[in-house]
């Protein structure tokens, strides 16, 4: 049987595609590794035309397709990889040059925002979601398949300054100002069965101040701290607004000022003019470390109509952008979150306590930090893994992943050459372990250091723990669990050399029969594809599995037709 030497050509992409002469290379593809898929190809020296177009530093950054033919008796075998070039060698004295490739990960490295970005926040109840939006940076979308999902929302406790917030203790710290002010309306409320009405203004400038018209810095707020002031409100049915509005018409509005100097202020969105429903808002303001005097208004701001108020909220900003959400001590608790008043219901602060342990900063893209140094935390600690394949498909991969197809390597048969290594440490300390503890440190909003730990053992008595370090928010448990679960089948790691199998993947299934070795099941690690020798060398991550394990049952063949001794309980992969 004969099986032709595989063909391989590089073509430079665009509106006129260029085909380039390839003289030797390689491709790897890893599992452990970002970029997933990386290249290095020697190519003849071409024009000089089409060299310059060969710059990195272009942007986007060009792209190169590598296409490799095989023919066999029964089959053409075609496997192609588009690929980003990430840089280039001139040999001169060779006429030659090597252009070094990746898949996509490598621009997802290249991009970071220039100031914090806080939108990662709208999506927090997904994982695809926050990978959907900063993939979307470089014109990326997420495969559909595999679905895999996790909930990434940041927890931070929290306190609501309002005493009365749902307007059911009477509404009494409320006061109002060139308007009526109804403190029990029960024609609506968001939460509970009362709002307060703002009505009959005598002038544009009518409102109700939260927690009285008189004092310094009030409502227990502190100078030099950013807070939240939330609330719900609507046009109440039946008596819409009208007359000349004021700038400060139907929003929320802070109010600070330095000694006797002029107020300032930052204001809430508008509530729309409709009365169907409630609609909330939020205002987000720091108080200056030396102010004298801060408080807070809602607006009725028309001269006719009436503006209901109710679901009050004042709290310290958590850093979280999108944490507006009403609570007091009579909210129901969650998985997330427990809820108490500190005092009297009604007539005091309320707390919510987290009760998961996600760093509010987990999800703050900071400034120059890249994309995948940003997802990277975030999907590890879900158990998954960010990878572009050769495709250019983004995909989400657990643990069990398994890449389409198999091989099987045997001494004697198809094995050029192999090394069977089995490692405790040595060399490379995440060589293997059984047990881990991950220390994350970074430095939040008001600049402090945090520090919060994760650990996981593989049994309750770890006979190798290590400890992993990180500078990034804590992304909640689970890394530590995911690195000790990946770490389970290293230590034997098999690195065999056979003829290029273009088929061949990392996580791929592999079968290995070695001399005086039992044989071994697992998955392709890595993936190195020599293309002067055409040949590959794999590395994988296998078990020992008994001869009469069902896993060796030749295909075709019913387990229980196997031998005596069979075992449906070994390990397979």
């Given amino acids: 049987m004969t099986i032709s030497a595989p063909v391989y050509t590089a073509t430079l992409q665009g509106s006129s595609p260029v085909a380039l002469a390839i003289l030797d290379g390689s491709i790897t593809l890893d599992e452990a590794t970002a970029p997933h898929v990386q290249g290095s190809i020697t190519i003849a020296l071409p024009s000089a035309t089409v060299l310059a177009a060969l710059d990195p530093r272009t942007s986007p950054p060009p792209r190169i397709s590598v296409i490799v033919t095989v023919t066999l008796p029964w089959s053409t075998v075609t496997r192609a990889f588009d690929l980003t070039l990430r840089g280039r060698t001139v040999r001169h004295a060779e006429g030659a040059v090597v252009l070094s490739l990746s898949s996509d990960e490598g621009l997802l490295q290249d991009i970071a925002p220039l100031a914090d970005d806080l939108n990662p926040y709208t999506y ?35 306190t609501n300054l309002v005493t009365d917030p749902s307007c059911q203790g009477g509404a009494t710290i409320y006061t109002v100002a060139n308007a009526t002010l109804d403190r029990a309306d029960t024609s609506w409320a968001a939460v509970g069965t009362k709002c307060i009405n703002i009505y009959a203004p005598t002038s544009a400038d009518s409102y109700a101040t939260i927690g009285g018209d008189n004092g310094a810095i009030r409502m227990g707020m502190t100078a030099g701290r950013t807070y939240v002031c939330s609330a719900t409100g609507k046009v109440k049915t039946g008596y819409p607004v009208g007359g000349t509005p004021s700038v400060n018409a139907r929003r929320i509005v802070a109010y600070w000022r330095v000694g006797t100097g002029a107020y300032a202020s930052a204001s809430s969105p508008q509530l729309p003019t409709t009365t169907t429903a409630g609609t909330r808002v939020a205002v987000t303001f720091t108080i200056p470390a030396d102010a004298t005097e801060a408080f807070v208004r809602v607006y009725n701001g028309h001269t006719t109509g009436e503006v209901q108020w109710d679901a009050f909220r004042l709290s310290e900003y958590t850093g979280d952008p999108a944490d507006a959400a009403y609570f007091d001590g009579a909210t129901a608790p969650t998985p997330g979150y427990a809820y ?36 990277n935390p975030l999907v590890q600690a879900a158990g998954l893994r960010l990878v572009c394949d050769e495709s250019r498909t983004w995909t989400l991969r657990s643990g069990d992943y398994q890449a389409d197809g198999s091989l099987a390597i045997r001494h004697a048969v198809n094995l050029v050459d192999g090394d069977d290594a089995i490692v405790r440490a040595d060399t490379d300390p995440q060589a293997w372990f059984d047990a881990c503890v991950v220390v994350y440190t970074w430095t939040d909003a008001d ?38 679960a990946r770490a389970k089948g290293r230590g034997r790691a098999l690195t065999l050399t056979t003829m290029a199998d273009w088929t061949a993947r990392a996580e791929q299934p592999i079968q290995a029969i070695l001399d005086r070795t039992p044989t071994q099941i697992g998955k392709t690690s890595r993936v190195v594809y020599d293309l002067g020798r055409h040949e590959m060398t794999v590395t994988t991550r296998t078990t020992d599995t008994p001869p009469s394990a069902w896993t060796l049952i030749p295909v075709g063949e019913r387990w229980i037709d196997s031998p005596t001794g069979a075992s449906w309980t070994a390990e397979s992969i």
């Fill in 124 to 158: 927090e109840a997904s994982l695809r979601g926050v990978v959907g939006y900063v993939l979307g940076k470089i014109g990326a979308t997420l495969a559909a398949t595999p679905a895999t999902d996790a909930d990434v929302t940041p927890y931070a406790s929290a």
């Fill in 340 to 375: 108490a008043w500190t005092g009297t219901p009604d007539a005091s602060t309320s707390t919510r306590r987290a009760l998961i342990s996600r760093s509010i900063d987990s999800l703050t893209w900071k400034a120059g930090t890249d994309g995948y140094e940003f997802l």
């Fill in 447 to 484: 600049g402090a250091t945090l520090t919060a730990f994760d650990t996981a053992q593989a049994s309750s008595s770890p006979s190798r723990i290590i400890r992993l370090a990180r500078d990034t928010p804590y992304p909640g448990p689970g890394f530590a669990a995911y690195a000790v």
